[in-house]
């Protein structure tokens, strides 16, 4: 009885953590980055990717008709922001039909899709979450600062989507998940 | 508005005391570390709003001198406006003081090494930045540049309570060294002591068309005020002479402490100038790794009078703005509010976030501007050093 126990425990564990992080690299470089919500979080993640010694270009505001391939992973910075919507001059209606055709097109050129969200709670809200649930429903992995998913959507868009999520404590722990999602 | 402090023989005692005070009021931690007395030359009278800043404040061993934001724009002199300016210096290269220089004053003289600018209580009422820029003008060391810090940044606003939000008289510390005392001002200039009545609506510097106007009062807040006016309001020639000091003595970071309230979007945010969001991107990252976690916001075009829009499109400085949450900034205010032990957001929180913000961020520019190092600052006591004994470091 107390194997069997053991063995459940371990079949468990291995389950909880295959689920907790992507265990094998997916990804290919270059990697394109963008603010879905134009949130400042972008920045963030391009220190990351800096750091992840991932090569890439960054445009918050890239449209689906400047996809050609030339990049293979599309990162996207997940979280809406009104004030950054306000200066870039875009609203959020029209920031989510950019996020659609934008999720589109990548599956069309068959691109991985990475979906960061590491603002907590402060990104998180109505208008955050209409462009997380699109951008879940097409990614390949998700990281999420665990402040994020306190109500568990996350964690639920993650199964829905049969995808890896990884949740993290704090921003500056989704670098090592995020280096590791890269071949 | 004609000072009580006009008469020559109370300059003169006002001198005795600033020449005093550090040593007598630094740390007993630091005591007898200070290289040199640091000095106060006022030339005009002193305000009772000057004063009162003054009394405020126990400097360091790392001041060198304590000066007045009048320096930056005179016809502030005498006023209510005028507010101390703190400037601490880097220790000089032993090549120079080979040659006999004064460490100290060489240094002070030299104004092309760079300057990092610290102001707090620009609104009266966000307490957690004058406390957090009262510990750089007691603790700090900067390393490689000169230091200047204006922990009431409008005296005027340290000097009354809102009405319509008002606050606690006072954060009443009992320190080693007796009794401290920051006073919970206003986010406004007080009417009395302006020279400019409200207008019926506000335009900001800079601001484009009516949407951009705010109510008349916000004529005397000074975060709406920059770059500031020599020929206006006093708010305005506040936000001037900051303008002239932060070109003048080349500042490189320029850093303005808030607090904003709980139903505002803006608590633990850094707001910067697009042109160094990257600096506050790595320094939230670096904060973050110390356990402090802070959003990022993008200083915005149409944030017409803050001081990150203005300094950061008109001077060469790298402008951030830092919030903390203040429990207290509610409509209607919160007089009896406990901020030292508010289960929501206690004082020795708000306050290492703001230290530790401002260091991690000028950790960035240590680490990637051309000049390394540049802007190193030691002695500052952490957050988790706050958390422990919060009084001990005031």
């Known amino acids: 009885m107390k194997r069997f126990i053991l063995i459940c425990a371990f079949i468990a564990a291995l389950g909880a953590s295959a689920f907790a992080q992507q265990s094998t690299a997916f990804a290919e470089k270059p990697a394109l980055v963008t603010a879905i919500g134009q949130s400042a979080d972008f920045e963030m993640i391009k220190v990351l990717l800096n750091r992840a010694k991932v090569p890439y270009t960054a445009d918050p505001l890239v449209k689906a008709e400047k996809l050609d391939g030339s990049a293979k992973t599309l990162v996207l910075v997940v979280g809406a922001s009104s004030k950054g919507l306000g200066a870039a001059g875009i609203s959020a209606e029209a920031e989510l039909v950019r996020t659609q055709a934008l999720l589109k097109k990548a599956k069309e050129l068959k691109l991985s899709i990475i979906v960061m969200h590491v603002g907590g709670a402060a990104r998180r809200g109505a208008m955050s979450d209409a462009f997380i649930k699109p951008c879940m429903e097409a990614a390949d992995f998700a990281i999420v600062v665990a402040a994020g998913d306190e109500d568990g959507l996350f964690t639920d868009l993650a199964a829905k989507a049969k995808i890896n999520l990884a949740k993290v404590d704090r921003i500056s722990s989704a670098g090592a998940p995020l280096a590791a999602a890269f071949k | ?394």
């Open chain 2, 1 to 394: 508005m004609k000072s009580a402090y006009s008469r020559p023989v109370l300059l003169v005692l006002l001198s005795l005391i600033l020449a005093a005070a550090p040593l007598a009021a630094q740390p007993a931690s630091q005591a007898g570390t200070a290289a040199s007395t640091p000095t106060a030359v006022f030339t005009q009278p002193v305000h009772p709003n000057f004063q009162a800043a003054l009394d405020e404040q126990r400097p360091g061993p790392g001041v060198i001198r304590i000066g007045a934001l009048s320096e930056y724009l005179p016809v502030l002199a005498g006023t209510a406006l005028d507010s101390p300016v703190y400037f601490l210096d880097p220790p000089v290269p032993a090549a120079a003081l080979k040659q006999g220089a004064d460490s100290r004053q060489s240094a002070a003289a030299d104004s092309r090494l760079p300057a990092i600018l610290i102001l707090g209580g620009t609104h009266g009422d966000e307490i957690a930045g004058v406390m957090a820029a009262s510990l750089f003008v007691t603790w700090a060391k900067p390393a490689a540049a000169r230091l200047i810090v204006v922990p009431r940044a409008n005296a005027s606003a340290g000097t009354w309570s809102d009405p319509d939000r008002p606050g606690p008289k006072a954060i009443i510390l009992e320190t080693a060294e007796g009794r401290r005392a920051f006073r919970y001002g206003s986010r406004f200039t007080r009417s009395e002591d302006e020279i400019l009545p409200d207008p019926e609506r506000y335009y900001p510097p800079e601001a484009v068309g009516e949407e951009q106007s705010l109510a008349g009062r916000e004529a005397r807040n000074l975060n709406r005020a920059h770059p500031g006016d020599e020929a206006g309001s006093r708010t305005a020639q506040a936000a001037a002479a900051f303008f002239n000091l932060i070109q003048k003595e080349n500042v490189k970071a320029a850093f303005d402490l808030h607090e904003a309230g709980p139903v505002s979007g803006l608590a633990w945010n850094i707001v910067a100038h697009p042109k160094n969001l990257d600096y506050a991107a790595m320094g939230i990252l670096a904060a973050d790794e110390r356990g402090v976690q802070m959003v990022l916001d993008r200083s915005r075009p149409n944030n017409r009078g803050l001081s990150h829009r203005a300094w950061g499109e008109n001077t060469e400085a790298a402008a951030y703005l830092i919030e903390t949450l203040n429990p207290g900034q509610v409509t209607g205010g919160k007089p009896e509010l406990d901020h030292l032990d508010n289960e929501l957001s206690p004082l020795w929180k708000r306050v290492g976030i703001q230290v530790e913000t401002v260091m991690a961020i000028l950790m960035t520019h240590s680490d990637m501007d051309e000049a390394t190092g540049w802007a190193q600052i030691d002695g500052m006591p952490g957050i988790e050093a706050l958390k422990d004994d919060f009084t001990r470091y005031f």
